[in-house]
């Protein structure tokens, strides 16, 4: 993992521009504003990548530290939206606050096991760089802080930054697609909605992986 203020190519925003886009989103305010005193709290997956894209992300997707629903409380307060509600799913720690004109996904930094494959995760408190390597590719695993003395500084999987500027899908581990065959149709939709290539190792693990299921497939 490496922490780097900017992104190393000229076709993606900088820290300060990161920052102005969240403020810019629904939510991005209240959320700047509770997570300026903490480093525990950063934009993470699709809405960081998109972001970076210049596109508008569908919705803002946050890491905390700690209890995500106490954060998710305070959020509410701060949005003073009565239409405002939290859904909760505590077997993962996340947190979803949706309001009328805006959304946003909150989940506690985490670790996650596969203890067979296809099977749901077992998941554990983790550090920053344990929940960015739990994710599907490596354009999804860059975190701009949002608050602390690391405010608008990213983190990002090894090779991240260069596969979004390249336009480039990557597993982040050999097993990716074993431990969770639903990655196998993120694949698909991703490189029809960002139109990236898939990188030709990780394509040669989703086509094992999809010889796999159909034999399996053939056994029942």
């Known amino acids: 993992m490496s922490a780097v203020g900017s992104t190393s190519t000229n076709r993606a925003p ?10 810019a989103r629904p939510g991005g305010p209240e959320l700047l504003a509770l997570a300026q005193a903490r480093g525990d709290v950063a934009l993470v997956g699709g809405a960081t ?3 970076l894209l210049g596109r508008e992300p569908r919705e803002l997707d946050v890491v905390v530290g700690g209890d995500a629903e106490a954060f998710a409380q305070e959020l509410v307060a701060h949005i003073g939206d009565g239409s ?8 993962f720690g996340t947190v979803l606050v949706d309001w009328a004109t805006g959304r946003v996904d909150i989940a506690e930094r985490r670790a996650e096991t596969y203890p067979v ?3 749901l995760p077992q998941v554990r408190p ?7 390597r739990r994710r599907d ?10 608050g602390g003395r690391q405010r608008g500084q990213l983190d990002a999987a090894e ?13 982040l581990h050999e097993r990716s697609f074993t ?7 993120r694949l698909a939709r991703y490189r029809t909605r960002l139109g990236f290539e898939t990188e030709p190792h990780t394509a040669e693990l989703a086509a094992g992986e999809l010889d796999r299921l159909a034999r399996e497939a053939e056994r029942h």
């Open 14 to 23: 900088g820290g300060d521009e990161l920052l102005a886009a969240v403020a």
């Open 49 to 51: 990548r998109d972001l």
């Open 84 to 91: 405002a509600g939290i859904t909760s799913h505590e077997r």
């Open 117 to 119: 494959p296809g099977a």
């Open 126 to 132: 983790g550090s920053g760089e344990e929940d960015l």
């Open 137 to 146: 590719f490596t354009v999804n695993a860059i975190a701009l802080a949002l």
């Open 159 to 171: 090779q991240a930054l260069e596969d979004l500027a390249d336009g480039r899908l990557r597993v």
């Open 179 to 185: 431990d969770d065959p639903t990655r196998l149709l």
